[in-house]
């Protein structure tokens, strides 16, 4: 059985990234890349599904573990009553080649260990050709092979390779899994110390760049490695998490694939980095948005594969019983196929936040948002999926009215401050009727609260974005009424659940996790308003939450406080550090219970 999501941790080389177990194992592993076929499925299956432990044989007294400060190199110590043993595993970040690197090294007395290998491509489908070489096994599967390379001598059982072998005190073993396409030749043998030392070293100097100075700088330092971790370096673009199909409600359907990159954390994700001081990744994510976005305007989706691609098939794998029994297992996003309105207003916010924090205008890229306004002069008034992506009947949602609001407003601003050209007056026009309309049809003034959609009763987290993006402050009564409707209606436990889900409104049935990212809105929306104390409170509870490793996953289940959905969740990160830089910027320092 996988382990609960608390006891993953994250490495990764800026092309994909694996999970690894407090337990010593290597769950979930896609090489070479994000999108290709998992090497390491066991997290949605069964152990012959493809996994790798190296851990004591014996009786584990104790386990710790951490990253070395600033880095993705970690360093899970095991002590048992023979002595203790530290497994340091990384991904070296060399350009061109995916490697999983674990070094071996005994810290006191003397330990005897076990190593299982259980390789399995295309998610867990396909067992491989294995064959030995000297120093170590290759293993092939259609197109994709692998090369495993130590001076511990392994052997073959039951379609696993495994090793038994001792480690004393100052001695070091190294294991190197290298991929390679299996038409080509095997990939040059690595240093595997000096790979880790290396991997430490670029880690650190990328960290040097952060110009964050405020409250729960550790914390953010984390965040920051972690989206770093879930950039595709070719192309700039930022996964929402290397993992499909991780339970939304342990058990149930709710399992997407989130190995893709939405336009809709565009804005937020270019606002982290460059207050943070990431101008070239920043730069990158701007580049990957204008590539993905161009074409006709109408076809414009809510998100695209790593390398911009929109073809997004979902289907099914039957084969994968699923994490903790949760299926179906997904592979593709559906939701890719939606018409969401909200996305024009990210794309033109986006684009406002570059050229705010000082990025220059590119005038492909103005001329790519001239044409999105031109569409969106006539279609912000139909009917969307919303931000949720909700599979059942398209309706009016106040968050994509606003959003389209926030188009125009965008645009209206780019003409205004940067000198480029446009119908201005004819944007002030329909910004004035968008806002007119959400108010006059998105808000319940009985209730004093906005609503998810016009003419409904339900409340939506996604109305916490009104003051965040300009709308209104976050002082209006309106918006007061709102955060307080959301807080009768929509907390469990003291944190927000994204909507009250049913079958009726997104074709599934109800149930999931509270929604972190949301939770983070209204700690936003508790600073803007001057409630300090509950903003440190809830910033600090939200901390609580990350694991030991300091990694958050998308939702929280408050009954069986565990972390659910896809993990770690880049949204997640990216409503960390954008919260605790609210709570910041509101003067005074936090009481901080903890070591963020």
């Known amino acids: 059985?996988?382990?609960?999501?608390?006891?993953?941790?994250?490495?990764?080389?800026?092309?994909?990234?694996?999970?690894?177990?407090?337990?010593?194992?290597?769950?979930?592993?896609?090489?070479?890349?994000?999108?290709?076929?998992?090497?390491?499925?066991?997290?949605?299956?069964?152990?012959?599904?493809?996994?790798?432990?190296?851990?004591?044989k014996g009786k584990v007294v104790q386990t710790r573990r951490a990253y070395r400060d600033d880095t993705l190199?970690?360093?899970?110590?095991?002590?048992?009553?023979?002595?203790?043993?530290?497994?340091?595993?990384?991904?070296?970040?060399?350009?061109?080649r995916s490697d999983v690197v674990r070094l071996v090294r005994g810290l006191k007395g003397r330990v005897t260990m076990h190593s299982e290998l259980v390789l399995r491509f295309d998610f867990g489908s396909i067992v491989p050709w294995v064959r030995r070489l000297d120093g170590g096994i290759v293993a092939t599967g259609g197109p994709d092979a692998v090369v495993l390379r130590s001076i511990v001598p392994t052997h073959?059982?039951?379609?696993?390779?495994?090793?038994?072998?001792?480690?004393?005190?100052?001695?070091?073993?190294?294991?190197?899994?290298?991929?390679?396409?299996?038409?080509?030749?095997?990939?040059?043998?690595?240093?595997?110390?000096?790979?880790?030392?290396?991997?430490?070293?670029?880690?650190?100097?990328?960290?040097?760049?952060?110009?964050?100075s405020g409250d729960y700088a550790g914390a953010v330092r984390r965040s920051l490695l972690t989206l770093k971790a879930l950039t595709y370096a070719p192309t700039g673009g930022i996964v929402a998490a290397p993992t499909t199909s991780l339970p939304e409600q342990l058990g149930g359907v709710r399992n997407w694939d989130y190995r893709f990159c939405w336009l809709r954390d565009a804005a937020f994700t270019l606002d982290a980095l460059l207050n943070c001081g990431y101008v070239e990744e920043a730069k990158a994510w701007r580049e990957w948005l204008l590539r993905a976005a161009a074409g006709r305007p109408q076809d414009l989706h809510i998100m695209?594969?790593?390398?911009?691609?929109?073809?997004?098939?979902?289907?099914?794998?039957?084969?994968?019983?699923?994490?903790?029994?949760?299926?179906?297992?997904?592979?593709g996003n559906g939701a890719g196929r939606q018409f969401q309105l909200d996305v024009y207003g990210e794309v033109m916010d986006a684009m406002h936040v570059a050229r705010r924090e000082g990025m220059p205008v590119l005038r492909e890229a103005w001329q790519l948002q001239q044409v999105l306004m031109d569409f969106l002069e006539t279609g912000w008034s139909r009917a969307d999926n919303?931000?949720?992506?909700?599979?059942?009947?398209?309706?009016?949602?106040?968050?994509?009215?606003?959003?389209?609001?926030?188009?125009?407003?965008?645009?209206?601003?780019?003409?205004?401050?940067?000198?480029?050209?446009?119908?201005?007056?004819?944007?002030?026009?329909?910004?004035?009727?968008v806002f007119e309309e959400v108010i006059?049809?998105?808000?319940?003034?009985?209730?004093?609260?906005?609503?998810?959609?016009?003419?409904?009763?339900?409340?939506?987290?996604?109305?916490?974005?009104?003051?965040?993006?300009?709308?209104?402050?976050?002082?209006?009564?309106?918006?007061?009424?709102?955060?307080?409707?959301?807080?009768?209606?929509?907390?469990?436990?003291?944190?927000?659940?994204?909507?009250?889900?049913?079958?009726?409104?997104?074709?599934?049935?109800?149930?999931?996790?509270?929604?972190?990212?949301?939770?983070?809105?209204?700690?936003?929306?508790?600073?803007l308003q001057g409630r300090r104390a509950e903003a440190c409170a809830l910033l600090e509870r939200l901390l609580a939450l990350a694991n030991d490793v300091g990694l958050l996953a998308e939702?929280?289940?408050?009954?069986?406080?565990?972390?659910?959905?896809?993990?770690?969740?880049?949204?997640?990160?990216?409503?960390?550090?954008?919260?605790?830089?609210?709570?910041s910027s509101?003067?005074?320092?936090?009481?901080?219970?903890?070591?963020h």
């Open 1 to 56: 059985m996988p382990l609960p999501l608390e006891d993953y941790a994250l490495i990764g080389n800026t092309r994909t990234a694996a999970l690894v177990g407090r337990d010593g194992s290597i769950d979930w592993a896609c090489l070479p890349n994000f999108d290709s076929c998992a090497c390491f499925a066991a997290l949605l299956g069964e152990r012959d599904h493809g996994r790798w432990q190296i851990a004591p």
């Open 73 to 96: 190199v970690l360093e899970t110590d095991f002590e048992t009553v023979d002595g203790t043993v530290r497994v340091v595993d990384c991904m070296p970040l060399w350009q061109g």
């Open 156 to 212: 073959g059982e039951n379609f696993t390779t495994v090793a038994d072998f001792e480690v004393s005190a100052g001695q070091e073993l190294p294991f190197v899994l290298s991929y390679f396409p299996s038409h080509e030749p095997l990939p040059l043998p690595i240093d595997a110390h000096a790979a880790c030392e290396v991997t430490a070293a670029s880690w650190r100097d990328w960290m040097q760049r952060c110009t964050y």
């Open 304 to 331: 695209y594969g790593l390398r911009g691609e929109r073809r997004l098939t979902e289907f099914e794998l039957p084969w994968l019983p699923g994490y903790e029994g949760a299926a179906p297992v997904r592979i």
């Open 386 to 433: 919303g931000i949720w992506e909700v599979r059942g009947a398209q309706r009016h949602f106040t968050h994509s009215k606003v959003m389209c609001w926030v188009a125009f407003d965008r645009a209206i601003t780019a003409v205004e401050r940067s000198g480029v050209d446009g119908p201005v007056e004819k944007w002030r026009a329909l910004r004035t009727q």
């Open 440 to 527: 006059a049809r998105g808000f319940d003034a009985e209730r004093n609260t906005f609503t998810q959609y016009y003419g409904g009763r339900e409340l939506d987290a996604s109305l916490l974005l009104i003051p965040l993006v300009g709308f209104l402050p976050a002082t209006d009564a309106k918006m007061k009424g709102t955060v307080a409707a959301i807080e009768r209606e929509l907390l469990d436990d003291g944190l927000v659940l994204r909507y009250r889900t049913a079958e009726a409104l997104d074709g599934l049935p109800p149930g999931e996790g509270v929604f972190l990212p949301c939770s983070f809105w209204l700690l936003d929306n508790y600073a």
């Open 555 to 583: 939702e929280y289940d408050p009954r069986a406080r565990r972390q659910v959905g896809n993990f770690p969740q880049a949204f997640s990160h990216v409503a960390l550090i954008n919260g605790a830089r609210s709570v």
């Open 586 to 595: 509101v003067g005074g320092k936090c009481v901080v219970t903890g070591e």
